[in-house]
Every structure is written in C-alpha cells, then in structure tokens.
C-alpha cells in the first residue's frame, strides 16, 4: 500500500502540488486523471523520489519514503518498476540488455538465470524474439511492452506508469492496458497510472484521482466518474464533442 | 554573475556525485571499454590525418622561414619537433577533440536527459551520473595522453614524408635536427597538459548534456554550450599549467 499525506511541491512561485492526499491498494489499478498541466506527472514523479518534495509524507507500506536518504531508498527502489511516457528504454542496449540493465545491478542471479527471467518478462508482455533488437527498430506499442517488461524484471510491489498510452492507436492502447491491469492482480501489485485517456479510466480504472490545478478534487471509481457532480471533472470527462452529445443523451433520457 | 556562480555550484555538485564508488565494478568495467572505444579508438583516424598534414606544413613554413644560410638546416626539425610537442599535440588536439569528443558527449547524455532516460535509471536507484560520466572521465584522462603521444609521432611523420617528396631539405638534416637538444621534460609537460584538457573537455561536456531542458532544441544548445565553454576552459588552462610548469 502507498500512502499519500498533504504533498506539496513548488517549483519557484509555482504551486504544482496542492495538499495532496491519497491511498494506493495492491492488486488494484489505481489511475491519475487531468487535463495537460494540472500536476499528474509531478505527483507521480515525486511518489518514486524523482523530484524532491516540500512538505508532506509518502509511505511505502510502513515505511516513510519521503523520509529515507537517497542510500536507504535504494531497497524500497527495487520493489518499484516505472514505464514512463516515452518508454525510456535505453538507446544503447539492446531489449536483452534493457530488461537485464536492473538484474544486472540488484542481483546475484546468474548469467542463465537472468536470461531465463528476461525471455519471461519478454513472454508475459506478448513479445517473442526481440531479444536482440535496439529499441530504435520497435514500433511504440513494441516499445511500451519491452518498458513493462523493464519495469517487472526484479517482480515489483509497486508499478507507476505515466501516460503508457500516450502516442499509441487505440487497438495498441486497449492491449497496453489490459496487459497492466492483468499484471496487476496477477502479481498483486500496487499500480498507479497517469493517465487523461477516458477509455483507460473507463477499463481498468479501479481507483480514480482527479487532479485539478494541483489540488486533488475528486476520488472514487470508474463507475462513478460519470456521475461525480463535480463540475471540473465533468468538464473534463465530457471534454470532446462525441462525450458531450452523450452526456446530452443522457440528460434528456433522465428528464423524460 | 549570479548565473555563472550557480553554474560553478552545480558542476562542481555534479563532479562530487561522480566521483563515488560505482554501483557496480563489474558494470564500470563494461562502460570503461565501451568508452574506450567510443572516445579513444574511433578518434584516433581524424588526431592521425590532422597531425600528418600539420606535420608536414610545419617543415614547409620553417623550412620557407630558415634563408639565412648560416643557419643549418637541421633546425627545421627541432623546431617541427618543440612545436608539436609543445603547443599543438596537446593543446590544438585538444580542441579538435573539444569539438569531435564534447559534442558527442554532450548530446549524448543530453538526449539520454530528454527522453527520461537518466530518470529511469535514477528510479531504479542507479547513480547515473556515477555510471555514465564517471567512465569517460576516466578513459580520457588515462588515454588521451597516449592520443597526444601518437599525434606526435605522426605529426614528425608528416613532416618526413614532405621532406621525402620535396627534398626541402634533407632526411638526414630533418631527424638531426628531431634528436637535437631533447628534453624529456616537454613530452611530461604536455601529456600532463593533456589529462587536464581531457578531464575539463569529458566532464563541462557533460554537465551540460545532464542538464540539458528543452527538447532536441534544447541538446543541440547543450552541445554547442559545451564546445564554447570547452574551447575557453582549455585555452586558460593552457595558460595556468604553461606558467606553473614552465616558467
């Protein structure tokens, strides 16, 4: 479990964070909605340490994150795989070597084992036979899969994933997701994905956080998204204009 | 002034995060000959073209400039010599690799920058900045050294070659003139000159590719930041280590 206490976080005069507080469960895809800019990856950001935060408390099951030295994180890190938004493989290795890279520095495992558990990572994502190919010669939705496969190389608590649909087709989208939720309640793993697509929340959004201009405003689940009475969420839930004729459908349908 | 003292701030932050004991020996093993072969090896083709041709020019020029004829003429030798390994194996090699070595490394821990690369290394509790600049720095200062050694001999090279094709003067005169009043203490002089330049062009190179913001935009002002500043930072060394050493 991940425990969010009051964050807050500036960045000069800006106020990104805003009193932000939030429970994370395990076996559960726990997703961060909102428009460009309202803070989600900055949340996300700071719950794996990447930026410093100014004041509030992050735990990792009964351990304060927030709290630890740069050295004393490094253990918690090793229960935490990350897919980032452009899926961050390294350009120098090849998809062997990437999903190696953290076996590589955490483990004592041997040269077969290590192999055997990155052809796993590879087969779990649906991947078959890339070990050798740069990521430059993988399509996107290619890319998100040997990321995934990073990101569970050392069997992760925690997954973060932020945007992994970002730049996708819809089809490739549909199977990223699916594929998160599935290694989610295979693994029990506490999952946390930023996201602003609505088919997402709508398919595997367990949990649902609305951030808006820093501030936490909404929480529930994908159920009631669509009928949370909160007029920002509303407005960016029915943001395009097929969501709204929709929602127009069903206001007229609900005064008859 | 302001701005400058932070960028000192945060280079020398960021040399105090190199210089710890790696993650991994095995993995600093691994990136030391990748480097190895990336910094050193594949400069060696463009250091060996431009120290035969300046080589070579610089036995025409003295050669052109020595018309006095009670001047012997093996001095177009030792001064061939005094100004390779003086001035330009050390310090104009210097620069080439500032341009050829600074660029590339400045792009290429800036790219690895923008597209989170070095923040998903830093997720997993890797010191990137340990694991990615600490073998550079490293591999430069150890074998540029060896790269400013190579460049003279191919730059006295040079010269023999064009005293061959035009008998400007003789073979003979020419390597009298190399063995003529040798000092030892020059090549010291310049090879230490050179692991300083190595170690000043490896890591202001990537400072600025590990803090390059701002898209592919933003690393192709980190890598032209880093030659300038390379450039400047090698021509007042060059005077720091000649004055200390020298006088």
Known sequence: MIKVIDLNKRFGEKEV????????????????????????TVLLKSLVGLHQID???????????????????KSIRKEIGMLFQGSALFDFATVE????????????????????????????????????????????????RVGIARAIALNPKYLF?????????????????????????????????????????????????????????????????L????????NFV?????????????????QE | MGDTLEIFGRYFKLLKVVFTKPDKNSAFRKQFLIE????????????????????????IQTASNIENPLISKMYVGYMTRESLVLEFCSTMVA?????????????????????????????????????LILPKIVVTVLFNPLLMLMSFIVGLLGGAMIIYITDIITLNQYSEGLQYAFNFYYFIYSMVKMAIFSFLITSISAFYGYYAEGGALGVGRSATRAIVTCSVAILIANLVVTQIMLN
């Open chain 1, 55 to 73: 004041s509030g408390e992050i735990w990792y099951g009964n351990i304060e994150w927030s709290a630890l030295s740069f050295k004393e994180k």
């Open chain 2, 95 to 131: 620069l080439i690799l500032a341009g050829k070595v600074g660029s590339n490394i400045a792009s290429e821990i800036g790219s690895m920058k923008i597209s989170e690369q070095i923040d998903a290394m830093e997720m997993m509790g890797i010191n990137s900045a340990n694991y």
């Open chain 1, 97 to 144: 070597e990437n999903i190696r890279f953290p076996m590589d520095f955490f483990t004592d495992w041997s040269d077969s084992e290590k192999r055997k558990r990155v052809d796993f990572c590879l087969e779990r994502v649906n991947l078959k036979g890339v070990n050798t190919l740069l990521p430059s010669e993988l399509s996107g939705g290619m890319q998100k």
């Open chain 1, 161 to 225: 994933c932020d945007e992994p649909n970002s730049g996708l087709d819809p089809q490739t989208s549909i199977l990223i997701d699916q594929l998160i939720s599935e290694i989610t309640k295979e693994y029990n793993i506490t999952t946390v994905i930023n996201t602003h697509d609505m088919n997402s929340v709508m398919a595997i959004g367990d949990r649902v956080g609305f951030i808006h201009q820093g501030e936490l405003l909404w929480e529930g689940d994908k159920e009631q998204v």
């Open chain 1, 227 to 234: 009928v949370s009475g909160c007029k920002e969420l509303d």
């Open chain 1, 238 to 254: 029915f943001a395009s204009e097929m969501a709204k004729k929709m929602r127009e459908l069903l206001d007229s349908k609900r």
């Open chain 2, 36 to 59: 190895s072969e990336k910094l050193i090896l594949n400069s060696i083709p463009i250091i060996a073209v431009i120290s035969l041709f300046i080589g070579a020019v610089l036995v």
């Open chain 1, 17 to 40: 964070l805003k009193g932000v507080s939030i429970e994370y469960t395990p076996g559960e895809c726990s997703l961060i909605i909102g428009a460009s800019g309202s803070g989600k």
